[in-house]
């Protein structure tokens, strides 16, 4: 069982999903941050549970060497998709991505699968397969007002 596959035993075991992991460097700092969504959203609270449920299991099995800061949060609501989990956890919201090959495009997912997604595009619902897609996120539209 993979490092990810056991961490997301631990969060829904709290209740919650795996969204991921990533690593990043703040400062002089390695964070390693787990991501986790619920329905109607993640609390301080939860994610304070998981991240003491996480710590022991990860001083047993690190997920780097080195030290570095456990940090469990959402992914926000501007959000990378890195997979079809992801895309189809999506199914309703607005997508900005990239083609590879340089275009790009922006749109309301109505349809995800395991291979691919459709969005509104211009009025008509167009099918995008993920493999032709380099990185996409979710985005909010703001509504501005005076």
Not at 102 to 115: M, Y
Request: charged share 30%; hydrophobic share 35%.
């Amino acid at each position: 069982m993979s490092l990810d596959e056991q961490i997301g035993k631990i969060v829904k075991a709290n209740g919650a999903n795996f969204y991921g992991t990533e690593t990043a460097q703040e400062d002089s700092n390695t964070v390693f941050r787990v991501f986790i969504t619920r329905e109607g959203g993640v609390s301080l609270d939860l994610c304070a549970e998981i991240s003491n449920e996480l710590s022991p299991f990860l001083d047993v099995n690190p997920p780097m060497h080195g030290g570095y800061y456990l940090e469990v949060s959402s992914p926000g609501i501007e959000r990378k998709l890195e997979n079809s989990t992801h895309f189809m956890s999506a199914i309703g919201e607005r997508v900005k991505f990239k083609i590879h090959g340089g275009d790009k495009e922006k749109g309301l997912i109505l349809k995800a699968d395991k291979t691919g997604f459709t969005i509104t595009l211009k009025k008509e619902e167009v099918r995008f397969e993920y493999a032709n897609i380099s990185k996409a996120k979710t985005y909010y539209e703001w509504n501005k007002t005076k």
